[in-house]
């Protein structure tokens, strides 16, 4: 499988320097390490707000570093957590002496690496809180995780603690609303194909020509259910029929949506996917506030998409609304 | 091939009802029209500045209808021109009593309906100007055009006189604005692999695992050359130093600086790509101003990318970098 790049192992690095080409008034890189900060952090006297992760779901997460959302953001290896102490420094780096919220998605490494970096941070004196989420609602466990993987929903927590956090919360507060996010937002995925990892160079799983996974995570995991292909409306009604089990909202609950493509997927279909997704909102007896539709959490080159619903109240509408000005997600006022 | 999609010829209607539906405070459908335009159009007072052409480069060019940007975007079929009717009816939506300026993409199909229209509108006392885009330097004369095809320099003609329009200028100053732009930019892509089209559902050009096209155009159509695959550093000088000996800049001149995914190509990809491209700007003596990294104008699912350089004066950095709201591109003060 051909790809844009050099030697596979060198694929982070160049990446991260290749993303503070793009945005060097925006963003640096720590020196000799894997995580990207506002180019201005700490930012005195604001919660900083963090996250990482594996590489290969860009903009996840770096992608979210600017006013409004993120401070820093920790690329580990492709599918791989970043280290302790990668995650230590990003923590030091990003506290502005009210303390650092880490957002972490639920897999075991991930987990594991930031309670680490959490310690270490806390016995220089850093408070640091943090935020675990789990918004898969195709899995109770599964490969890599205790309980429900992190999915597309984790950037409504970084944009809710991201705003609050600007606004002048204080650390409970930022971690409250993160936790509200966390508490209301539930994501399923299909996949079309299986991404290429730049290391391995071949599919992570097989599928046939007329076959499709459901329930897949963004780690070049197979999904739950290996089913014949359908239609986009079909796939549209499952995943989206899937979340809404899980969420059980009263009928005239306002949601956030999002149809987020997995990176191979070309936006002309998650437009498609959109059209039905907001006819079975408005059948469902719910209205939607506001659509996202584009890459936000990706696998790779992976074809697919994951849907996402997030039921809002006043406040949650307020902080997703607020403005934030990053490489990959913009609000205005 | 699977797509994410409903009956084939129905990918377009549906595509831009899900647009539509994921942002019903900014664009509107035309009745009966594969045409969206602004939700406010026509904005009174002020130059029209419209687009169009195939669909399936997505978001080119409805994702940038906004302030700032487009008022409006006609969508032909997957790869085919937009019929002079509907080009008409986008003219005559977008004129707020100071004229339309069309962006057109140098396609023969495209070039004739726009002409066409044009003639319509101007029959009925609409005042139209056309600017025609063509900034690949990979070819002289192509399968579908005379003189070289327009691609993702396009997004910055978009930018530029939309800038000028929302500032007051006149129809023959943001006319003038275009073609500045035009003749300061240019542009060549690369395929890794072919783009399937949702209508023949399988690649239109077959390329081996070890081979790729450089000089593609963005509707399926093959590149100037076939050869090895190469690391992306090597891509990279291939494509820039292409664009670079086509524009002749003298040394110390301010660019901007696109790499643009045709499609199918993680951001990860997209970044290893500029770290190179930021480099070499560097050892050419030049100064990037701005370097934009995303898919801007895509092919479908085409894996690949495209470089685009343009020389920016004092003038074309006011206007590229003055604020835009739209779907696909915000620029914030």
Not at 93 to 114: H, I, P, Q, S
Not at 182 to 200: I, R, Y
Not at 302 to 321: H, N
């Amino acid at each position: 499988m051909k790809k844009l790049i050099n030697d596979p192992s060198d694929v982070v690095d160049e990446m991260l320097d290749g993303m503070v080409a793009a945005y060097p008034n925006r963003l640096r890189r720590l020196e000799g390490m894997e995580v990207l900060v506002r180019e201005d952090a700490p930012v005195e006297g604001k919660v900083g707000i963090v996250s990482g992760g594996g590489s290969g779901h860009e903009p996840t997460h770096a992608g979210y570093i600017g006013d409004g959302m993120l401070d820093g953001a920790a690329a580990g290896e492709v599918f791989t957590s970043p280290t302790a102490d990668q995650l230590h420094a990003m923590v030091e780096a990003c506290d502005g002496g009210e303390g650092v919220l880490c957002v972490v998605k639920n897999y075991e490494g991930d987990v594991m690496n930031f309670d680490t970096a959490a310690e270490m941070a806390d016995m220089e004196g850093v408070e640091v809180e943090q935020v675990v989420v789990d918004d898969d609602v195709a899995v109770e466990d599964s490969l890599y995780t205790s309980g429900r993987r992190g999915v597309a929903g984790t950037i409504l927590v970084h944009k809710a603690a991201g705003a609050k956090a600007a606004g002048g919360g204080d650390l409970g507060e930022v971690k409250a609303v993160a936790e509200k996010v966390v508490e209301n937002v539930g994501t399923m995925g299909t996949a079309l194909t299986s991404c290429v990892t730049p290391e391995k160079g071949e599919p992570t799983f097989d599928l046939g020509e007329d076959e499709i996974e459901l329930g897949i995570g963004i780690h070049g995991e197979p999904g739950t259910q290996r089913t014949e292909m359908m239609s986009a409306d079909e796939i549209t009604e499952h995943l989206a029929g899937r979340v809404l089990d899980d969420l059980d909202l009263d009928e005239g609950r306002q949601v956030l949506t999002i149809v987020n493509g997995m990176g191979g997927t070309p936006l002309m279909e998650l437009f498609v996917v959109n059209r039905r997704l907001q006819e079975l909102m408005g059948e469902e007896g719910l209205e939607t506030w506001d659509a996202w539709v584009g890459d936000y959490m990706t696998s790779l080159d992976m074809m697919g998409c994951s849907i996402t619903v997030c039921a809002v109240d006043e406040e949650l509408k307020e902080l997703l609304g607020a403005p934030a000005d990053t490489p990959a997600l913009t609000v205005t006022e």
